[in-house]
């Protein structure tokens, strides 16, 4: 207390106090948003195809790095208002999406892209400046005409590489991590999620994946394949490797349409991650005209049978009063996806941990939730109990050996039951390979 106040308070005075001046809109180059209350800072949600600094850490963002601000305390007609802004200043809308009582929304003007939602259940809404995109989010959906007589039955693969198991046991040869899956759509293109480890990026293994992509295919030896979408879930080695392999191996034989891939900044996670930045590199010289989006939280989009959605990215985790983030476990940075494919309700949560399935289960009830095949979180590590009492899967895949999943399990000291991960008096088989 300054001794003029505490003169006052002598006499019953109370001083006069200034109210602290509200956050200003820090996101520049955008129209402000105009209600709620704004994050004291700006959030980076990293680039895209681009490269960031390789050896050297940089304070300054890269030029394509695509900046977030939270606004709290938003209300449904205040998104609406925020709407007729964007329109007003010249932008169009090109995408919206409502998920239970969710609410969202792109719109862009001279590729400038802006993409922002509120979540209902928090009144929190999120502004994203996407500076990284090579294609708009009215542009991502594919569903063409084929010959019908020539179409295949979709389905979902799980590669093998195989694991370190019994019939594996050398640690310098074989990993415990490592996912791959491959959807296969009627057209014969096939969407790619993921890839494996290093110790499984072996010429045999790309030879064999390239040999599986043939055999779902149907086509002959050294017909091209197309990839109608590789999709990331997050930035971890074993989730990446296997498929650069594959492609400075084939790339002269494989078409890659569309990429998306949501990876922090290094400026935020302050870690160089040398597999996203090779990715990053073959992409961009093999498939210079790639259409690349930076997915985001609940964009929906249709490659032939296959209706996807995203429930889950980075910026859910991110805390809307400042702008920091308080994830210690960079799998708590998985994209979430889920997947319509042939009447089938398919969830990849990638290796999400606590964090996402807290958030998951703030943002969406079991009608979002619940689904017919689940992909086990981390390798199925993670007993996230309470986020699949909600999904409850009739299948389960699993990424992982058996082998591997008991002794990781009880080397973890984690309390798994394998019930958590399948329907009652069923357990998750090991099928590598398989098809669902």
Known sequence: MSIVAAFLSLFGIAPKTTAPAPPPWLLSGVPEFGAGVYSTALYNTGTGLDHEMAFVYDTDPHPTDSFMQLVRETTAEDLAAYCSTLSQSGYTQSFRNTIENN???????????????????????????????????????????????????????????????????????????????????SDKRVIVIDGGEKKQSTDRNAAELWKLLHKITGKEENEPITVALWYGTHAHGDHTQLFYKLLCEYHKKITVERAMFNYQSVNVIKNKLINVEILRWALKKFYPDLHYLKQRSGFRFQLQDAVCEVLYTQEDAINAADASWNVTNLNDFSAVLKVTLNGKTFLFPGDSNRIVAKRLLKNYSAATLKIDVLQAAHHVYNDLEELYAVVQPTYVMCPQSMLMYGKEASNRKQEIDRQHYTIPNQRPKDKHCGKI
């Open 103 to 185: 609410e969202y929304y792109a719109y862009s003007k001279k590729g400038s892209s802006i993409y922002f939602y509120r979540n209902g259940n928090t009144g929190e809404t999120r502004v994203i400046h996407d500076c990284c995109n090579t294609v708009s989010y009215s542009d991502v959906s594919s569903v063409t005409p084929y010959n019908t007589e020539d179409a295949v039955h979709p389905g979902v693969y799980q590669f093998s590489y195989p694991y370190l198991d019994e019939a594996h046991p050398d640690e310098a040869l074989y990993a415990k991590n490592g996912m791959m899956y491959i959807i296969l759509l």
